[in-house]
Each structure stands twice: as C-alpha cells, then as structure tokens.
C-alpha cells in the first residue's frame, strides 16, 4: 500500500519520483523549474547512497515537520538521518560546547539567527553555502534560491557576506487586536504607536477584567517589546558599527511607551508575564491587544483553547514618529564548519528547506516560511484557520521587518540586563535613568565580547 503524507494527501512516491516533489509543486501551484530539473544531467540524490548525516535540531514545530518526514529524505537519497531534537537553550550550550571542541557529532544544524548569529559568524563555525549554491553538482536545479525572500536571506547573511544558513522559519512581530473589543468601544485600528495608547484607553474597563493592552513583562523576555518600539524610530539597539544607541532620547521614548502600556493598561501581574501568559490573557478575551510575534496565533482560533475564535485582527504594527518597522525573529540551517559530511549536509539542508517543507510549515500552522511560493498557493488560502486577513499581515511584515535583538555574541546578557531595567519601570522606574544605567553595565561586557 502507498504511504501518504498527511499533509496533502499526495503520495511520497510521486514526490521521489519527482525529485523534491516537482510533480507535488506543480500539482499545488507552485513555481517549480520543471523542465530546467528534468533536464538536469550533473546533479544525482543518490551521489551519497549508503552513508549517514547527522542533524541536530532545536525543539520546535519546525523540527517535528522535518522529523515526520524524514524517510522522505532517505528513501530520495539513499542516506540515512540520525536527528534529535533538543530544547532551545540547552541546545544552544551544546552548540558552543562542541564547537569549541573542534569536533562536532553533528553534520547539520539549526541555530537562532536572533541569538547565535554573531557567534558562529566570528567563530567560523559554519561552512559558507554559497561555494555549494555554485555547484550545479550538489545542488538540486529546482532548488531554486530566488524563491526565498529578501527578509530571510539577509537574515541569514552575514557582514562579510557569508551565507553560512538557509533561512527556515522567520517570526514577525505583529499587533493582535481584539475586533470585538474595538467595535464595542467604537475604536478604529491604531494608525500609530501613539494611537495604540490612547486606544487603550479607551477600550481599558478594569471593572468588568478588560484591559487595553498586554505585553511580556518579564525581564530578558521582555526586551523584544522595547526593540519593537525603538524600531519605530528608525533606530536599532546596536548599530551596524558596534555602536550603542540604548540610552539615546529614541530609546528613552521607546522604554517610556513601554512602562505607560505595561504600568497602566495591562493586567496586574504582567511584570511577570512571557508569551504565554499574554497569549492566554489575549485567547480570553481580557485584552485589548497583545504585541508579539505571529506564530503564536495558532491557539487563538482554536476553539478548545481561546474564546475569541473569528474576532482575532491581526494587524502590522503601526508605524512610530520615523519609521514603521516589524521586529523579525528566526532560525537558519547550516552546515557543521567541522562536519566530515559536508557534501551530504548539504543535500539535508537543501531538502529541508526545499518548498514542500516549507508549504508543510504554513500549512500546519508550524511556522513563517522564508519562502515565497506557499503564500501563492490558493489550497492553503482555502484551508487555513486563519484567513486571507493573517496572510496579508504575514506578508506585509515581510516587507518591513528589521532585527528585532542586536547582531552580537552577547544577545542573552544584553536581554539580561535591559530586562531588569524594563522590569523596574513597570515598577515605577524612571527610564532615562534605568537606560543609563544598563548602557554603562553592558557596554563592557559588548566590548569584551567583540576584542576577545
């Protein structure tokens, strides 16, 4: 009997028959180079036939797509795949810890492109994929890298112009906001970051447990909402040149949009609120709106969990006095620098974010491609939960997004020490002071980092 994936209902032989699923790209509208790949004579899946890669992924959606379908791989190339999964910060430290060593036990791996990016760029601890991409021997002819989007391969490049990952999955920070809330109060969708207040305001009703808003207040979580705002003024934490720009008057008026949502129009409590905490105050219905990023949508139109199911908006963050940016989040693919493997990596990386993986991610609700080609396609537009109105913010995110954390080795003591300060202001805190303060805390530990 034919074994069918639960995603589309097409079967994998036809995909491997196909190479990567043309005739499944073809068959779900997307824009595979069909007659380019049938006619391709240099590039063979089974070059590696017989030997093992070994892939270290970190726990998410993203890596349960890949692991459920992983004999697709195998039974396409020949090799097989040793994957774990581990959760994110302990696999951050065993990153570190076998990089270090000099001998990785992985081929392959994924990394925080919002924490680790910096990192393994100064260490070189990744292979540049671009002397692969050339090859037209390792890479696949309907691969086809012009299907990602600006957003992700710039995440994914660094300074020097080394693309040492393929983007996997990108997170956009957007402004969920509570249709039914609005209407009652007769409140129009925030047209700028000042608005988001005064429409608050407005809507705030603690009496009846409504509040205007809810964001993480919990500190190094917390820092994401205050590079949001920042962005709003055109400005970034750390600038290209190493520079920091977290005590400037744009900082103090980001933190101070920060302390007046947080201190006045969220729920008591939220000094110790992370996404989870906001989600399931926002799923009840008992906010206004919530800041954070667009993959955590997906328990709001569940039935089972959220009471707001078809009155969630999902809306591009407005606009600040300079800018209007979406704070990007994401993660990236890569090749061991160390790896014995690097040919047979490269083939995993390719099929892992080749576009049927990346269809199977939007389709599941899993994560934001990188990728183009599965928002075109009308099948998922017809099926999805969330409706054309999720889509068009997911995409025109795309179009603006920046960074959201500073390109450095230190990310997670730079959300260290901010996050305190962020803290302190729910608790009454003045933030041009609490930014001096963290500014003259960090900036050794920023400087250490760059000359050590």
Known sequence: MTKRTKFTGITRRRVLESGTGLATMAA???????????AQSKFDWKRFKGEKVEVSLTKSPRGDVLQANEKEFEELTGMKVGSEQIPEQQHRQKVVIEFTSGRPSFDV??????????LVAKGKWMEDLRPFLADASLTAPDFDLSDFGKAGLDYSTQ????????PLNIDYWVLYWNKELFQQKGVPYPKTMDEIVSAAAKIQDPAKGIYGFTSRGLKNAN???????LLGQGMETVDSNGKMQTDTPQAIWAAELYKKLNKDYAAPGTIGYNWNECQTTFSQGRAAMW????????????????RIVGKVGYGIVPPGPKAQHSAMFGDGI???????KKGQAYFYCQWATNKLNQYRLLQTGSGAPPRNSPYQNPEILAKSKFGKEWFDCMLGSAKISRPGLPVIVPV?????????ALTNMIGGADPASELRKATEQFKPILDKSETG
């Open 28 to 38: 779900l509208g997307f824009p595979a180079i069909v007659e380019t790949a049938n």
């Open 223 to 229: 820092v994401p909402v205050w590079t949001s705002w």
């Open 109 to 118: 791996l994924t990394i925080s492109l919002h924490v680790q990016k910096r």
């Open 291 to 306: 800041l954070d990023g667009i993959g955590f949508a997906p328990p709001l139109e569940d039935p089972t969990k959220s």
């Open 412 to 420: 997670t003591e730079f959300r260290d020490v901010f996050g305190v």
């Open 334 to 340: 890569g090749i061991a620098a160390g790896s014995k």
């Open 159 to 166: 300074s020097d112009g080394r693309l040492d990952t393929f």
